[in-house]
């Protein structure tokens, strides 16, 4: 009789990951919770996994290394894609204001928050976290946002929105700076609006 071909470490056949419904989104909210309250040097695969209630092997089955899924994580929570259609949906001279609105309605939720406190935070003192951050929000959201507006320099101004926007939300949501941490997110978009849009369209 012919023995069984060895299984390769940390890929399950596919039956036993189809026998989990569920698995990979339970994965992907561990590793948000995870990453969110251990930061992303003390969260491990085996961590994620035991939250999930899967082998650590699916973990690797789905998303690869630790990495994978901390990237896998966060595009969950800000989805690029909906967002370059948001604000690329409308009227050009408002689009500052469509980019603000967007960037804080996604901080302002509890769901969307923790994992992107985590990113932010990690991406400090983590390359791994600061490539997640720069793939994400910048490369994968403003520099396709700006190059679509054909402006000059595109990556340059997708550069200096993406540093407003995150010294924003650094001061407002990781380090707490009152009067901006309590100030009324409309606010916010009002004050901050006139600028991104220079910084996109130059006007």
């Known amino acids: 009789m012919t023995e ?12 036993s990951a189809d026998a989990l419904p569920g698995a990979r989104e339970r994965i992907l909210a561990a590793a948000r919770t995870q990453f969110a309250e251990r930061g992303y040097d003390k969260t491990s695969v ?16 789905y998303f690869g290394t630790k990495d ?26 408002a689009i500052g204001e469509r980019l603000a609105r967007f960037f804080l309605s996604v901080w302002e939720n509890p769901a969307t928050r923790a994992p992107l406190l985590a990113v932010v935070r990690s991406a400090l ?26 402006v000059p320099d595109p990556e340059l101004r997708a550069e200096l929105a993406a540093s407003h926007m995150i010294g924003i939300a650094i001061l407002r949501y990781v380090i707490r700076v009152e009067p901006l941490a309590s100030a009324d997110p409309e606010e916010i978009v009002a004050q901050v609006a006139p600028t991104l849009q220079r910084y996109l369209t130059g006007t």
């Open 46 to 61: 085996r961590g994620i996994a035991k939250e999930a209630g899967v082998d650590p092997a699916l973990v690797h089955h």
């Open 125 to 150: 003192t983590h390359e791994a976290a600061a490539k997640v951050l720069r793939g994400f929000v910048l490369r994968r959201l403003l520099e396709r946002i700006a190059a679509d507006l054909d």
């Open 68 to 93: 994978e899924v901390f990237a896998s994580a966060i595009e969950v929570s800000f989805e690029p894609a909906t967002a370059v259609r948001e604000v690329l949906g409308g009227p050009r001279e």
């Open 4 to 15: 069984p071909s060895p299984r390769r470490r940390g890929r399950p056949s596919r039956t």
